[in-house]
């Protein structure tokens, strides 16, 4: 596995890998999260490409871009044994530029629940990944259901642009007792790590109401504020496939997604009905 910090050096190497590239960009602090994305492109590409970067301009002032987990030396051992070509590990005064072109999510898809919260968060996302598309150009590249909203921006990004890549959704990866891996659950203490496991217990509870014939989105998001009582839920919100509202469940066409803060650490999680 190389290791490029040069944007010169991702250049030459990407120029030398024939066949098809898969692309898995993060943040780094590596789990079985990622790995299961990496697994995937590995899976379905002749090479794997993983970029880490923690990228400035998706985090909004007084969010923790500072404390953000980096872990290099044990991301570097995940992507090596994982079998991974490339690991691209960009430097901001290479990446950005001054007075750039800049990129906006678009006006409803990245303004509403994370986009709401995070005003401006999605405008740094597709232009962080709109820059790794045009250095790596991955013939596919993996995202995680886990951050549902920030895939359809994508989606309709690589659609709006036509940009020649296949984005691919992978199914979020859980611990054994159902908390969502996260590279935020290292903020948890052993009692806040309790207390986050709610979120989760909320959405299977919901699952189940499902399975068994409700499809009343108002009946559903009570439920799960109540399973949710001592955490402070920020939004419960249950969406179709394009993130407009229901008020009744569409089976094959719902997504019911969580925000809530667990003492200062700020999760989220999804399921796909
Ligand atoms: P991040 O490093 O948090 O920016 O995440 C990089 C990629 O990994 C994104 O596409 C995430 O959606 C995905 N990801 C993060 N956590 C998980 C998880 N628990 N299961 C599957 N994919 C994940």
Redesign the pocket.
Known sequence: MKIIRELESLKAERAGLKGSVGF???????????L??IRKAKEENDHVVVSVYVNPTQFLPGEDLDRYPRREESDRKICETAGVDLLFMPKTEELYHEDEVALKAPAYLGYILEGNRRPGHFDGVVQVVMKLFGLVQPTRA??????AQ??RILQKMQEDFFIPVAIVP?????EEDGL????RNAYLSPLERRQALLISKALKRASKMVMTGERSVSRIKKEMMETMAPIEVEYVEIVNRDFRPLSQIELQNSIILVAAKVGKTRLIDNIWL
């Open positions: 898995v960009p993060t943040m780094g602090a590596l789990h079985r999260g990622h299961s994305l993996y995202f995680g259901k886990k951050d920030q895939l992978v199914d979020t990866v859980r969502a891996l996260s590279s």
